[in-house]
């Protein structure tokens, strides 16, 4: 008998891919199946986030309202990066949570599932090599993971708590994985991994040491496949043998996220970045001058701990300098177990507030700038998504979405388009072929 399976996923691209693996391994082991009605389910998952304090706080009220619309029988199960950090205490202040299970320990699901009040949170868990069994939401594009954990200490960040150290996967898997899902109809791949350009310094076995260039030259030999993203590298490893790479290799989407955090060299330094506001600066240099057509985005974290005006004034400067084509940026949020929690120079909430709001602005203003260019331009559209009214969207190489009136035929093609209207963040278009 088939049973259903609510699942809410919070947080990054990573988190989408772990419930991807959560809904496989419940399918083949467990025979379950993906419902939207959650008064029908007899499983409700939460794939939590803890990058910020928000999501956090939105993990127990969300709990509340399953408790109280669940089947009488159903069990609740929270999974990702807070179960990592919070463990047991899910429970103990919602007792009516079957099971948590942390964001390196997902390949235990079945087993947590059979257990009452099991915590399963060991960071240190090596799933690198484990073989999940197989489901995507679509058919079209496919997050492979490269990594899991960080090896980083940003100051601000959770993420090494929760998701542990970094460990490659072997390049093998990988090229496996990637071909099984280019047969399985996928021409793009999404990698993943919180610093990608890391790829390669460690594996938890005897594997041939890849780093991350090779692994692109490597993914573009597949036939079928034709475009590659990925998600995050740092600044921080972005050589000049990665930067080439990334121009020269037709199958690489000419976008690439930055994440500068902050355009201060004292914040950096503070923050533990491992980079200046000049590296960064030279890095977007060299990029551009050897892949103009790149879109770049970034995050940006404001008001840390000690940013003086003149340092929030740094950020701006890059951002005049740089013109991103997108940013995600956020006021800083204390986290536990950081470092930078235990910093005393708080920037005060309304000073934050207004910063986040000079930033945003400014960005707007810059991308308001930047979208009279796209007016008139082709570019070739990957098809994702059916939309309302009868159109269909998708993004262009360099990741602009990107919609036109049509069916679900053009799903999974690629086509010429027209821009013949703009907006903040989808623009419409013609085909043009
Ligand atoms: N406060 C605010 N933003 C944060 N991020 C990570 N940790 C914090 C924090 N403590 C942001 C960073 C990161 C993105 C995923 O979330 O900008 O790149
Ligand atoms: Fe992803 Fe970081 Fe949030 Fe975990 S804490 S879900 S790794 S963004």
Known sequence: MTKKLFIETLGCAMNSRDSEHIIAELREKESYETTDDIKDADLIIINTCSVREKPVAKLFSELG??????????????????????????????????????????????????????????????????????????????????????????????????????????????????????????????????????????????????????????????????????????????DDEFIEEFAKNQKICKSMHMPLQSGSSKVLKDMKRGYTKEWFLNRVEKLRAVCPEVSLSTDIIVAFPGESEEEFEDTLDVMRQVRFDQIFSFKYSPR??????????????????????????????????????????????????????????????????????????LLGKFRDVKITQIGRTILTGELVG
């Open 65 to 238: 309202v399953f408790n109280k619309k669940r089947k009488p029988d159903a069990k609740i199960g929270v999974c990702g990066c807070t179960a990592s950090h919070l463990g047991e205490e899910i429970i103990k202040k919602a007792p009516f949570v079957s099971f948590v299970l942390g964001a390196r320990n997902v390949s235990k699901i079945t087993e947590v599932l059979h257990k009452d009040k099991a915590v399963e949170v060991d960071i240190n868990y090596d799933e690198s090599e484990f073989a999940f069994n197989d489901f995507r939401t679509s058919p079209y594009k496919a997050y492979i993971n490269i990594s899991i954990g960080c090896d980083k200490s940003c100051t601000y960040c959770i993420v090494p708590m929760t998701r542990g150290d970094e460990i490659s996967i072997p390049t093998e898997l990988i090229l496996r994985e990637t071909q099984k899902a280019v047969e399985n109809g996928a021409k793009e791949v999404f990698l993943l991994g919180q610093n990608v350009n890391n790829y390669g310094r460690r594996f938890s076995g005897e594997h041939e040491k890849v780093n991350f260039t090779e692994l692109l030259r490597r993914l573009s030999r597949i036939e079928g496949l034709e475009r590659i993203r990925f998600t995050s590298p740092h600044p921080f490893h972005m």
């Open 336 to 409: 536990p177990q950081t470092e930078a929690e235990h910093f005393t120079d708080i920037v005060d909430e309304d000073v934050a507030s207004n910063r986040l709001t000079i930033l945003q602005n400014l960005h707007t203003q810059i991308l308001d700038e930047k979208n009279q260019t796209h007016l008139g331009k082709v570019y070739r559209v990957y098809f994702e998504d059916l939309n309302q009214d009868y159109f269909v969207s998708g993004r262009s190489d360099n990741n602009l979405v990107i919609k036109v009136k049509g069916s679900d035929e």
